[in-house]
């Protein structure tokens, strides 16, 4: 039994959630997110809440269940009040930039690194911090995965980019004998 898959999906004033065949569509003003089940779960919609149940009693259609349900509570959430992740830079000479749709970075290497930033994702810098916005969780990580993976942190003076919770242990140096 899915202790997540049995919990109702609220739905905030303000989002439109219909069902497309086996599609479940949420719509916000113009922004337009769609969760494709194919078939693997029964989605019912009762006024302001949706409830996701197996359709079945294989194994397959009892691990769908919960997945589906928190898939389409992170799009609900992420149409209200959108997620955000932070990344802190620190190194000697490390900065970051917006460049138009591109996040210019300076990690000391030989060269700066030019990042794509992906559609639907709001970059704005401030000092040695990164701050990543949108509506997607999925893609709001794997862009903040993507950016500490030019320099992570390193575990002697904690010089790179690491995310703003993160605690990096730090080892102790040479020690003279």
Do not use: C
């Amino acid at each position: 039994m899915s202790r997540i898959g049995k919990k109702p999906v609220t739905v905030v004033n303000g989002i439109d959630v219909s069902l497309d065949g086996t599609t479940l569509v949420a719509k916000k003003g113009n922004l337009e997110k769609r969760l494709e089940t194919h078939g693997r779960v029964e989605i019912s919609i009762d006024g302001a809440e949706v409830t996701f149940g197996r359709s079945g009693e294989s194994k397959e259609s009892a691990a769908f269940w919960g997945t589906y349900r928190a898939l389409f509570a992170n799009i609900i959430e992420g149409l209200d009040k959108g997620f955000k992740k932070s990344l802190e830079i620190n190194g000697v000479g490390y900065r970051a930039a917006v460049e138009g749709k591109n996040l210019k970075l300076q990690l000391g290497f030989s060269h700066d690194v030019n990042y794509p930033i992906p559609e639907g994702i709001e970059v704005k810098i401030e000092k040695n911090l990164i701050h990543l916005s949108g509506t997607d969780k999925q893609t709001i990580g794997q862009v903040a995965a993507e950016i500490r993976s030019f320099r992570p942190p390193e575990p002697y003076k904690g010089k790179g980019v690491k995310y703003t919770d993160e605690v990096i242990i730090r080892k102790a140096g040479k020690s003279a004998s």
